[in-house]
């Protein structure tokens, strides 16, 4: 007769020691979710104009395009070359002006005379919730209580983000494109056996 001697039930009772440390401490795997999503959403959002279902979030007004391109009225032009009768800079401000916030003017300014400033975007009219690149550059993989998410460190680029939602009545950063949330499930599972490897 043939004895069979087994570990079995040491390895097993020790896989589940790890599991359970994994429930216990989630963090690394969720941050590692969100640092792999954060620039397929940022590429998408900030670059391809498109919701989260995949479709286009706008098209700006004519009158934005003006603003986005530089292209005023008094702009001064090229007037030689490939890039003739094209701005050259934004031109100046021709009265006085107010800084708005939503709606709400945050500040009087008399900027007549003084240079407006130049985006240099394109002339594509896609909707890219994007200006300054300064709301671009603040998402960011933010802590929560319940682990991590993408989201914005500034709070006006929140309220910004909200705004851009309500306007064009879309879901476009609160949440997920299919894609996207395959990419988050793939990386949880590539990464969670290399990190039960570590405890």
């Known amino acids: 007769m043939i004895e069979v001697q087994s570990n079995i039930a040491v390895v097993i009772g020790a896989e589940l020691k790890k599991i359970e440390a994994l429930k216990a401490n989630h963090d690394p795997v969720l941050r590692t979710v969100a640092l792999t999503v954060l620039p397929a959403m940022k590429k998408r959002v900030h670059i391809d104009g498109k919701d989260s279902t995949g479709a286009a979030i706008g098209t700006y007004s004519p009158g934005y395009m003006v603003v986005r391109t530089g292209n005023y009225k008094n702009a001064t032009r090229v007037s030689r070359g490939a890039n003739s009768g094209k701005p050259k800079n934004a031109g100046t401000f021709t009265r006085g002006s107010s800084v708005r916030v939503f709606g709400t003017i945050v500040e009087e300014t008399d900027k007549a005379g003084t240079p407006r400033p130049r985006y240099n975007r394109t002339a594509d ?19 929560t209580p319940t682990g991590y998410g993408i989201g914005y460190l500034n709070p006006l680029n929140l309220k910004k983000a909200l705004w851009c939602e309500a306007t064009y009545d879309k879901k476009i950063l609160t949440q997920l494109t299919n894609e996207e949330r395959e990419l988050a499930g793939q990386t949880a599972r590539e990464f969670t056996p290399e990190y039960l490897k570590t405890l």
């Open 125 to 143: 009219t896609k909707v890219i919730l994007s200006l300054t690149r300064q709301m671009e550059n603040d998402l960011s993989v933010v802590d």
